[in-house]
């Protein structure tokens, strides 16, 4: 079976929220849109990788591919992705796949944050001094250099 | 006036909340900008701490800021 997911930026998602709850047919293959994050092709490539696909990038498109199901990734002029799933899934089990896939991008960009931070604290008169993990939540602590 | 501090919690999903420790008056609102450029981020919302009510002298009045922040599209 085949399932197609519009996948719609969070920030659009109030305004296309009517959209998002819905199901569509188009062309005899479900179409469906969801909210995410989702926007950077590398972090997406990066969180396909953690999600166990063996992914290959093209040109305006990302392929992963898992046991029985495989994925299309394509971003339209405006920017939004869709992803097409073929083979052993259906409705529920795609919109599955695609929250598992916006879980872990969420953890790339956590990871791509807190790298950005790292980086360019010092010269901005900032010292990191700390750094802590609750639950799923990092927490850095900032000291101001003196005289900054 | 002791260390001054900004503390940023990076959550799961990538979103960021900053707040500023012992910094006074209007210095602190300049960190907001600073965490946006850092973070290429754009603030969503922000407001004094319950602590910018204590005043140190008569001169300043301590303001401290709590920031939420997210990644520009």
């Known amino acids: ?148 | 006036m002791g260390e001054q501090h900004i503390v940023v919690t990076i959550t799961v999903d990538g979103s960021v909340t900053a707040e500023t420790k012992n910094i006074h008056g209007g210095k602190c609102l300049d960190y907001i900008g600073l965490l946006e450029q850092l973070l290429e981020a754009q603030t969503t919302a922000s407001a004094y701490t319950s602590d910018y009510k204590r005043v140190e002298d008569a001169l300043t009045s301590p303001q401290e800021v709590r920031s939420d922040l997210h990644e520009q599209p």
Do not use: N
């Open chain 1, 1 to 148: 079976m085949s399932v197609s997911i519009i996948l719609v930026p969070i920030a659009l998602a109030a305004v296309a929220a009517w959209h998002a709850a819905q199901t569509e047919e188009q062309d005899g293959h479900l179409v469906c849109h969801v909210a995410t994050r989702m926007r950077d092709p590398q972090l997406l490539t990066a969180a396909l990788t953690d999600t166990g696909a063996s992914v290959e990038t093209a040109e305006g498109e990302v392929v992963a591919r898992w046991h029985g199901v495989d994925a299309v990734f394509r971003r339209d002029e405006q920017g939004i992705w869709s992803v097409h799933l073929t083979g052993e899934t259906d409705e529920e089990q795609a919109l599955d796949i695609v929250t598992a896939i916006d879980a872990a991008y969420g953890r790339q960009v956590q990871r791509a944050v807190l790298a950005r931070l790292k980086a360019r604290a010092p010269d901005a008169g900032l010292e990191v001094t700390s750094e802590t993990k609750q639950g799923d939540d990092i927490t850095l602590v900032l000291t101001v250099a003196a005289g900054a």
